[in-house]
């Protein structure tokens, strides 16, 4: 049985302000039902229809393609060498101008 939710429920599952949620909601097209004025009135949206949105905006997420990460520049670690090895590094490296 679905229920009604009001803004501040909706914003507590999208993790963010009820204005933000709200205009969430409507850019994937979900209406909300007004209520009228008064205490219990207002907008309010019907819980499936939000979880259908969440899911929506979850699957537009996952396909869209990633770029591509730049591969780390090869470093030459002088930690692990032993003072032998250090010395023939820096005597075959070239020297600073």
């Known amino acids: 049985m679905d229920k ?3 803004k501040e429920e909706i914003a507590e599952l999208f993790g963010c302000g009820h204005k933000k949620a709200c205009a969430i909601l409507k850019k994937l097209g979900v209406a909300s039902v007004d209520l009228g004025r008064g ?3 207002g907008p ?3 819980e499936s229809a939000v979880h259908a949105a969440m899911l929506k905006m979850h699957s537009q997420a ?21 003072v032998n090895q250090l010395a023939a590094y820096l005597d075959n490296a070239k020297p600073v101008q």
Do not use: D, S, V
């Not at 770029?67 to 002088?78: C, E, L, V």
């Open 4 to 6: 009604f939710l009001r």
């Open 39 to 41: 205490r219990n009135g």
């Open 44 to 46: 309010r949206w019907l």
């Open 62 to 82: 996952q396909a869209a393609a990633q770029p591509a990460r730049r591969k780390p520049i090869a470093t030459i670690g002088m930690a692990g060498m032993n």
